[in-house]
């Protein structure tokens, strides 16, 4: 292994680089804010027109003509509660982890989180533990999983001079590694920034329903004025008959049931897709997946968390109970120093269980052997 000098960033370093912002601080706000996604559905061309007549209707108490006023507000919530859903499944799209990363700043080891960490910060990185930031390997070697990032499960083996990408994780071995980018720089947040961007629309549909909301527009408020002075004027009826009168006409020139088809049809989809697990951003975008005559597949690894779970036990002996077979990992796991995926995963499920065991002779766990082992004492 290469000699290099361990001491890492100083403090007064370390705060110089905070005041420039070298930090590895980063949060993104690229997709859509809860006050646009609202706006868009809300205030329309085509909104107003209704709203308009709705508060006519309103001020002369024609209460039972407000009818129509439902299907703008069923057409607007479900855009809102559409979008909303996809905006809180983006918020939490995430390759990085919060774990805690080991630093050497004056020669001393100390434990930070990933944000804290700033320009030429000397990490040690460990088997099992994720790469917070872009570095380049100053001494050691490791084996880097970087199926997250690029998909190929193969290891890929990281020397001195090496760069390690940020959000891969280290599978084996043990590294000193100095970070070379942080923050917005780093290759795991620029692919975020980009599955979370929202691309715009491309709806043949919404193109059209803007138009012809754009054309009644034009023509409603004279045309409806009108209708309203004649009724008023020429046929003497009361206000409310006047108001009620010309409101009927309007509504017949604006096109609520194709919205309303449309919206209805498009929640259906959005809805029979949200139930196959699949994220759709905008109900329009409905619309461009049905054009899709070509689907390119790659193998899963680029937005996965890459962790291990214990999902369930399963005891191939009836010797054991389950409960005894916990308290067996726990036990295991307590006295055990491996820190691969596996042993993290047990560790967290059934690591804190309390039990009367002690052990010697412990084998660490080997990817070459494919096993560990440890003697307890009043079980073998």
Not at 64 to 91: P, Q, W
Not at 136 to 157: F, H, P, R, Y
Not at 224 to 243: C, H, Q, R
Request: glycine fraction near 6%.
């Amino acid at each position: 292994m290469e000699t290099i000098d361990l001491k890492g960033l100083s403090l007064s370093e370390v705060r110089k680089k905070m005041d420039r912002g070298q930090t590895n601080d980063f949060t993104t706000n690229t997709n859509t804010s809860t006050w646009q996604i609202i706006k868009r559905n809300v205030f329309t061309l085509f909104n107003t027109l209704n709203f308009v007549i709705a508060v006519a209707l309103a001020a002369v108490q024609a209460w039972s003509n407000m009818i129509f006023f439902a299907v703008i507000c069923f057409n607007a919530i479900t855009g809102i509660m559409t979008e909303m859903r996809a905006k809180r499944m983006i918020d939490k799209l995430n390759l990085m982890s919060r774990e805690l990363v080991t630093v050497i700043r004056d020669g001393e080891k100390d434990a930070i989180p990933p944000e804290k960490l700033v320009l030429g910060d000397l990490m040690l990185l460990s088997s099992g533990e994720q790469i917070p930031s872009d570095a380049e390997v100053m001494s050691g070697i490791a084996e880097a999983n970087e199926a997250m990032l690029t998909g190929e499960s193969d290891l890929v083996l990281k020397e001195v001079g090496d760069e390690l990408l940020s959000g891969s994780y280290i599978a084996s071995g043990q590294v000193y590694a100095r970070v070379k980018r942080v923050g917005a720089n780093n290759y795991a947040n620029k692919l975020m920034m980009e599955a979370k961007t929202l691309k715009p629309i491309n709806s043949r549909i919404l193109y059209n329903l803007a138009k012809i909301s754009s054309f009644t527009g034009k023509i409603i408020i004279p045309f409806g004025l009108a209708l309203f002075f004649e009724a008023l004027l020429i046929k003497m009826l009361p206000i409310k008959d006047s108001v009620v009168n010309s409101s009927t006409a309007l509504l017949g020139m604006l096109p609520k049931g194709i919205a309303l088809l449309t919206v209805t049809s498009l929640l259906t989809a959005v809805i029979k897709l949200g139930m196959r697990k699949v994220l759709v951003q905008e109900m329009y975008s409905v619309e461009t997946l049905a054009r899709v005559d070509t689907l390119c597949l790659d193998k899963t690894g680029t937005i996965t968390q890459g962790k291990m779970t214990v999902e369930a036990l399963h005891s191939l002996s009836d010797h054991f109970s389950e409960q005894t077979i916990q308290v067996i990992l726990s036990a295991y796991m307590q006295y055990s120093e491996d820190t691969n995926p596996t042993a993290q995963a047990i560790r967290k499920a059934y690591g804190e269980l309390e039990h009367a065991y002690t052990a010697e002779n412990i084998i660490p766990f080997s990817s070459d052997r494919k096993w560990g082992a440890m003697h307890l004492s009043n079980l073998g």
